[in-house]
């Protein structure tokens, strides 16, 4: 059963940076790069929102609107592990961040989709202050 562990979270103040990772295992049959990976983040009292994802392999990355120029997503095949760089941090970035991950990648609007992910990690806090 393929498990995933984020961490890197923490509190920073506006402007600043943070690197979350998020280290997989159990894959059986199927190797990491196989999947489609993203970060996801919830605010408190709001809907989960997808953040960034990358395609099997690295091929191609999506981004929110709201952290495009600011959050890279990039993976490590041979650590098994993604991570997303933050930089220029706002308050509006405080939440739970989560990695999560499909078998394939959807198209659209979709791949940004929680409901599209079927695999969650427990999530990392970040918090960021004005």
């Known amino acids: 059963q393929v498990r995933l562990v984020e961490s890197g979270g923490g509190s920073v103040q506006a402007g600043g940076s943070l690197k979350l990772s998020c280290a997989g295992s159990g894959y059986t049959g199927y190797t990491y790069s196989s999947y489609c990976m993203g970060w996801f983040r919830q605010a408190p009292g709001k809907e989960r929102e997808g953040v960034a994802v990358?395609?099997?392999?690295?091929?191609?990355?999506s981004y929110a609107d709201s952290v495009k120029g600011r959050f890279t997503i990039s993976q490590d095949n041979a650590k098994n592990t993604l991570y997303l760089q933050m930089n220029n941090l706002r308050p509006e970035d405080t939440g739970m961040y989560y990695c999560a991950a499909a078998g394939f990648c959807y198209s659209g609007s979709n791949r940004l989709a929680p409901e599209r992910y079927s695999v969650w990690g427990q999530g990392t806090q970040v918090t960021v202050s004005s």
């Open positions: 990358i395609s099997p392999g690295g091929g191609s990355t």
